[in-house]
T-cell receptor, first 111, second 112 residues
Framework: EAQVTQNPRYLITVTGKKLTVTCSQN?????MSWYRQDPGLGLRQIYYSMNVEVTDKGDVPEGYKVSRKEKRNFPLILESPSPNQTSLYFCASSNLNTEAFFGQGTRLTVV | DAKTTQPPSMDCAEGRAANLPCNHS???????VYWYRQIHSQGPQYIIHGLKNNETNEMASLIITEDRKSSTLILPHATLRDTAVYYCIVRVGGDSWGKLQFGAGTQVVVTP
């Protein structure tokens, strides 16, 4: 089954404790991206990647890092999480001129 | 990238057609119109897309005006499971293909 898998689905952590949210797709897609969704602000793009080792900032990249060492994986790294990064996160993947597939989301709470 | 404008909310009776408008008056010739929906807090789900011609699939129909400045998503027979936020997005090819710019969308509520 074609899918984008995010882990974990839910995470509560403390300020400053580094964490990684993983994203994996099984469709051999070139494009992958991360979004955060907050009430009243909608879905905003954090980072995206056009292919292995090629990434670019989205609209809200501050406080986040990404890497694309393999085509199927695109982890989101929060080196020092803060409460304002409490949000619902989505990973997505696609190929050029095709629709994007989204993961089921990761709900992160930073206390 | 072109921006889109959608009404914030819309009600629809179950079994009736739901017509969701989207304005994208600054769209460029190589930009596609995509529609997604998000049910509660799940990941957005692809519905349909088009460039110039009208399109239909098992979920919906997409009508794009001749000047491409607006489009309408049609859910032919709305069900309660179609209650969701619907997003209209324009996308351009190349390196920017991965940049989806989501607006506020239209909250559709289907009532019995």
């Amino acid at each position: 089954e074609a899918q984008v898998t995010q882990n974990p689905r839910y995470l509560i952590t403390v300020t400053g404790k580094k964490l990684t949210v993983t994203c994996s797709q099984n469709m051999n897609h070139e494009y992958m991206s991360w979004y955060r969704q907050d009430p009243g602000l909608g879905l905003r793009q954090i980072y995206y990647s056009m292919n292995v080792e090629v990434t670019d900032k989205g609209d809200v990249p501050e406080g986040y890092k990404v890497s694309r060492k393999e085509k199927r994986n695109f982890p989101l790294i929060l080196e020092s999480p803060s409460p304002n990064q409490t949000s619902l996160y989505f990973c997505a993947s696609s190929n050029l001129n095709t629709e994007a597939f989204f993961g089921q989301g990761t709900r992160l709470t930073v206390v | 990238d072109a921006k889109t404008t959608q009404p914030p909310s819309m009600d629809c009776a179950e079994g009736r057609a739901a017509n969701l408008p989207c304005n994208h008056s600054t769209i460029s010739g190589n930009e596609y119109v995509y529609w997604y929906r998000q049910i509660h807090s799940q990941g957005p789900q692809y519905i349909i897309h088009g460039l110039k011609n009208n399109e239909t699939n098992e979920m919906a129909s997409l009508i794009i005006t001749e000047d491409r400045k607006s489009s309408t998503l049609i859910l032919p027979h709305a069900t309660l499971r179609d209650t969701a936020v619907y997003y209209c997005i324009v996308r351009v090819g190349g390196d920017s293909w991965g940049k989806l710019q989501f607006g506020a969308g239209t909250q559709v509520v289907v009532t019995p």
